[in-house]
């Protein structure tokens, strides 16, 4: 079954604490990016990634990190998260020019 | 960047039609509206894109105005598990941003 599949689901942390949400997808697309999802707010990009080892910033890249190593994966890395980074998290792919396949979504708590 | 407004809202009854209107009045000629819809504790979901014509597809139809300062979501039979909060986006060709405002989350009565 063609899917994005984030991990994982649900993650409370403390502030300073590293960690990586992954992301993969069976649909060998070249295209995948990292939103949050706040109330109010609805989706920003965090980052995304045109192909293996192509990386740019979205509207709100600041305390994330990411790299895209192999086409399939595409983790979010938070090097020392904060409060202020809690938020639904959605990873979606595509081919170029083609609509997106969203994850079901990272909750992520930081206390 | 192209923004859209959507109302925050709308409610509907079950089988009967609905229309989503989205206001884009600063698109350009490279950008796609495409529609995305998000139920609940899920991802957005694809549901339908156009650049100038009319589009149908087996979950909606996209009515584009002649000037394309504004499209509408027609869903043709509302049924309860199309209660979710639909976003208008403009996509522009070449250019992999898609930008999500708040959506019109959508109400479907029994």
């Known amino acids: 079954e063609a899917q994005v599949t984030q991990n994982p689901r649900y993650l409370i942390t403390v502030t300073g604490k590293k960690l990586t949400v992954t992301c993969s997808q069976n649909m060998n697309h070249e295209y995948m990016s990292w939103y949050r999802q706040d109330p109010g707010l609805g989706l920003r990009q965090i980052y995304y990634s045109m192909n293996v080892e192509v990386t740019d910033k979205g509207d709100v890249p600041e305390g994330y990190k990411v790299s895209r190593k192999e086409k399939r994966n595409f983790p979010l890395i938070l090097e020392s998260p904060s409060p202020n980074q809690t938020s639904l998290y959605f990873c979606a792919s595509s081919f170029y020019n083609s609509p997106l396949h969203f994850g079901n979504g990272t909750r992520l708590t930081v206390t | ?110």
């Open chain 2, 1 to 110: 960047d192209a923004k859209t407004t959507q109302p925050n809202s709308m409610e509907s009854n079950e089988e009967e039609p609905v229309h989503l209107p989205c206001n884009h009045s600063t698109i350009s000629g490279t950008d796609y509206i495409h529609w995305y819809r998000q139920l609940p504790s899920q991802g957005p979901e694809y549901v339908i894109h156009g650049l100038t014509s009319n589009v149908n597809n087996r979950m909606a139809s996209l009515a584009i105005a002649e000037d394309r300062k504004s499209s509408t979501l027609i869903l043709h039979r509302a049924t309860l598990r199309d209660a979710a909060v639909y976003y208008c986006i403009l996509k522009r060709y070449n250019f992999n941003k898609f930008y999500f405002g708040s959506g019109t989350k959508l109400n479907v009565k029994p």
